[in-house]
C-alpha cells in the first residue's frame, strides 16, 4: 500500500513538472473526438437512464503549467443507451432534443472552458489528481461547475477522465424539475445529473 502511495504521489509530482516545464513553449493538444467520451447518467422517480452525447471538438492548452481549454457539445448527437431500439428508445431521445429539455434545434452546441487546474493532496492509486473548474454553457446559460479528474500526460498524449454533476435547473431546463414545479410528485425528474467525462488529446 505504501508503494502504491509513493508512486501515486510521484506520478502527480512528475505530472506537474511536465506541465511546469519552463523549456517547452505554449503546447496546444487537439481533443481526439472519436477516442474521447462524454457519459451521462439521469434518474427520475420511476426510474432511470444512461446515454452518451459527441464531442465536436476542443483543444487543452499547456501553458508553462498551467492549464487551459475549450470544448464543444454536439447536442444533437444526445443518445439513450439503456434502451433497445425501438419507439420508446427514439421518443426519449426526440423529447430530450426538444425544446423542453436542450432545445436542440435553436441551441445545437454546448461549451465547456476550463478556469482553473488544481493538484489533490492524499491523492489514491488511479484516482483523481486534479480538480477540473470551467464554466459550462447550454442554451445559452453559463454556470460553474468543478469535478475531480485523473489526469496523465504521456509523451504527446493527454488524457483526462471524471465524472461532473450538472444541475439543469441552473440552465433553464424545467421539464419535471422540482425547482419550478413543487407539487410536481412522482412525474418528477432530478434536476441534477451525472455526466462521465473521458478525454484524450494529441499534439
Request: hydrophobic letters at 40%; glycine letters at 8%; a positive charge.
Amino acid at each position: 500500500m505504501k508503494k502504491a502511495i509513493i508512486l501515486t504521489g510521484a506520478l502527480v509530482v512528475l505530472t506537474l513538472m511536465a506541465f511546469n516545464n519552463k523549456e517547452v513553449h505554449t503546447e496546444v493538444f487537439k481533443v481526439d473526438t472519436k477516442a474521447s467520451t462524454l457519459e451521462w447518467y439521469a434518474e427520475k422517480v420511476s426510474g432511470k437512464h444512461n446515454g452518451i452525447i459527441q464531442l465536436l471538438s476542443g483543444d487543452i492548452k499547456n501553458d508553462h503549467g498551467h492549464l487551459s481549454g475549450t470544448f464543444e457539445i454536439d447536442m444533437n448527437s444526445i443518445e439513450d443507451k439503456d434502451m433497445e431500439a425501438g419507439k420508446g428508445k427514439t421518443k426519449l431521445e426526440t423529447h430530450l432534443k426538444s425544446a423542453d429539455f436542450f432545445d436542440a434545434a435553436k441551441f445545437p452546441t454546448a461549451k465547456f472552458v476550463i478556469t482553473s487546474v488544481a493538484p489533490l493532496t492524499g491523492v489514491k492509486p488511479g484516482g483523481p489528481n486534479f480538480t477540473v473548474k470551467g464554466m459550462l454553457t447550454i442554451k445559452d446559460k453559463t454556470n460553474e461547475i468543478s469535478f475531480d479528474a485523473l489526469i496523465k500526460l504521456e509523451q504527446n498524449k493527454l488524457s483526462c477522465s471524471g465524472s461532473a454533476i450538472v444541475d439543469r435547473s441552473k440552465f433553464d431546463i424545467k421539464y419535471g424539475s422540482k425547482t419550478f414545479f413543487a407539487d410536481i410528485g412522482n412525474k418528477m425528474i432530478n434536476d441534477e445529473f451525472t455526466l462521465k467525462v473521458n478525454v484524450v488529446a494529441v499534439k
